[in-house]
């Protein structure tokens, strides 16, 4: 089964009035995607690259009045459900956090949470995201963090070093935890956290248009043992997953400045054998009248 595990839905509504025209901004190529996370244009995108199940992120942040609602993920997975496997959001900084991530879990059937400390201005280590943290691992929910980079002018970088997840590993070893993008630009941070916590995985969701920080990330991964915690990810509608695995293989197949090519089973066993169990998910059998 070959799975995309970072992908968004959302109309670009949902991203004014300041995230959305960033990213068209500053990150993404034309044509911009904050008008191309529609449902359809996702089905598409995941077809076109043979991807078979997509795990689908909210995402909401008090800070920048960012909402891609927990009821608009659920209802695509919900008219796609072999094809899709929605993530929450909540605010840690919004006193009604638990509740919803509850409601979200058990009302709308989603089945992981997304977090991200720089865009929504927590620290990893606050009672409010605690709170969170608890909720989630009671729920069995895994839990992706954007904890690196961003592109936003008001995002908090002293909030989104993936060291700071360490605490969070050990509290909660349970807990399945991905770390987004790899956490660049602090990818050997990302690679440690790893290393040390068998529950925390990465994706490299957004990497794949930089072939020389792609090819030192790769080498952390496998250096230290963890590439079968390693998962693809798009980033769709930022990136399109086909041309992410184009990308990726030719990682394969061609030296980068001047760097061996990267062995290509490794590569296939990052895109094609990733199963969803990997990290206590499945696609729910479907039900006959």
């Not at 891609?68 to 997975?77: K, L, M, R, S, T």
């Not at 865009?119 to 943290?133: I, K, L, T």
């Not at 072939?211 to 693809?232: A, E, K, S, T």
């Not at 990682?251 to 206590?280: F, H, K, V, Y």
Request: hydrophobic letters at 45%; a negative charge; charged letters at 20%.
């Amino acid at each position: 089964m070959r799975i995309d595990w970072h992908s968004h839905v959302w109309r670009s509504e949902h991203l004014e009035p300041e995230w959305g025209p960033e990213l068209d901004a500053n990150v993404a190529p034309a044509p911009a995607p904050s008008a191309l996370g529609h449902y359809d244009s996702h089905l598409r995108a995941m077809d076109a690259a043979g991807i078979d199940v997509a795990i689908v992120l909210a995402l909401v942040s008090c800070h920048v009045e960012l909402e891609i609602p927990n009821e608009y993920v659920a209802d695509f997975v919900r008219a796609n459900p072999t094809r899709a496997i929605g993530f929450a959001s909540v605010d840690p900084n919004d006193p009604q956090a638990v509740d919803k991530l509850r409601y979200a879990a058990t009302d709308l059937g989603l089945r992981g949470l997304k977090l991200s400390p720089p865009y929504q201005g927590f620290h990893p280590h606050s009672p409010e995201a605690w709170r969170v943290y608890e909720a989630a691992a009671e729920l069995g929910l895994v839990v992706t963090f954007h904890q690196g980079g961003v592109f936003l002018r008001r995002g908090f970088l002293e909030y989104a070093y993936p060291s700071l997840l360490d605490r969070v590993a050990r509290s909660f070893p349970t807990m399945k935890m991905i770390i987004a993008h790899v956490g660049q630009p602090w990818v050997p941070e990302t690679v440690a956290v790893m290393f040390k916590n068998p529950n925390v995985f990465t994706d490299l969701s957004a990497r794949y248009g930089r072939p020389w920080q792609l090819y030192g990330i790769l080498m952390n991964l496998l250096d230290y043992g963890v590439w079968d915690r390693v998962l693809f990810g798009s980033d769709f509608p930022i990136y399109e997953p086909e041309d992410c695995l184009a990308r990726f293989r030719t990682m394969g197949r061609e030296p980068t400045n001047g760097l061996a090519p990267i062995d290509p089973a490794l590569i296939d066993s990052i895109i094609e054998q990733r199963p969803l169990s990997l990290l206590g998910l499945d696609i729910p059998a479907p039900t006959h009248p």
